[in-house]
T-cell receptor, first 114, second 112 residues
Framework: EADIYQTPRYLVIGTGKKITLECSQTMGHDKMYWYQQDPGMELHLIHYSYGVNSTEKGDLSSESTVSRIRTEHFPLTLESARPSHTSQYLC?????????????FGPGTRLTVT | TQLLEQSPQFLSIQEGENLTVYCNSSSVFSSLQWYRQEPGEGPVLLVTVVTGGEVKKLKRLTFQFGDARKDSSLHITAAQPGDTGLYLCAGARGTSYGKLTFGQGTILTVHP
């Protein structure tokens, strides 16, 4: 059972507000990821981190930013939310197992910007 | 450009039927994973295949990795309503250091 947590699970917020989506894992994984997903659709990687103080932008351009000050914590911040940011945001972490890098996902944060 | 093409995109079947979902690419992957996602939740890893031609079974689910490690399939025997969900394949390349390329997913609905 993977131990990766995301808060809040649901967030409805007005345009222009600053928001931070929290993601924490207790497995000691070095690699962490943020994905954006519309309902029933594929996952788009927006940020990833290979370890503390390491962050990179993913394949999908995003106005959000991330930080990795502690191994277990990988928060995502939107300075000024817009309706186009409405989506589900999934956090994941991974380790290298016998089958390669296997990712463990949190339950997601469903963000609605009005 | 979609590196991993999944088909079909939607699948609606009756309980007890068999089905196969395909995941195809022109690229070679060092490993390929299948995830299942239920509404409102994150994806859950089902299986990882790493060797060309490899076949893995998980109860009624059979996963196969193509000989050339460019494609994979998921076969479900005697589908049940509990199998309903979004099935995602994801490939890892040798130089990706943990990053995965996801297919667009297959939404499976199994009717009682």
């Amino acid at each position: 059972e993977a131990d990766i947590y995301q808060t809040p699970r649901y967030l409805v917020i007005g345009t222009g507000k600053k928001i931070t989506l929290e993601c924490s894992q207790t497995m000691g994984h070095d690699k962490m990821y943020w994905y954006q997903q519309d309902p029933g659709m594929e996952l788009h990687l927006i940020h990833y981190s290979y370890g503390v103080n390491s962050t990179e932008k993913g394949d999908l351009s995003s106005e959000s930013t991330v930080s990795r000050i502690r191994t277990e914590h990988f928060p995502l911040t939107l300075e000024s939310a817009r309706p186009s940011h409405t989506s589900q945001y999934l956090c994941a972490s991974s380790e290298r197992g016998t089958g390669g890098y296997e990712q463990y996902f949190g339950p997601g944060t469903r963000l609605t910007v009005t | 450009t979609q590196l991993l093409e999944q088909s079909p995109q939607f699948l609606s079947i009756q309980e007890g039927e068999n089905l196969t979902v395909y995941c195809n690419s022109s690229s070679v992957f060092s490993s390929l994973q299948w995830y299942r996602q239920e509404p409102g939740e994150g994806p859950v890893l089902l299986v990882t295949v790493v060797t060309g031609g490899e076949v893995k079974k998980l109860k009624r689910l059979t996963f196969q990795f193509g000989d050339a490690r460019k494609d994979s399939s998921l076969h479900i025997t005697a589908a049940q309503p509990g199998d309903t969900g979004l099935y995602l394949c994801a490939g890892a390349r040798g130089t990706s250091y943990g990053k995965l390329t996801f297919g667009q997913g297959t939404i499976l609905t199994v009717h009682p």
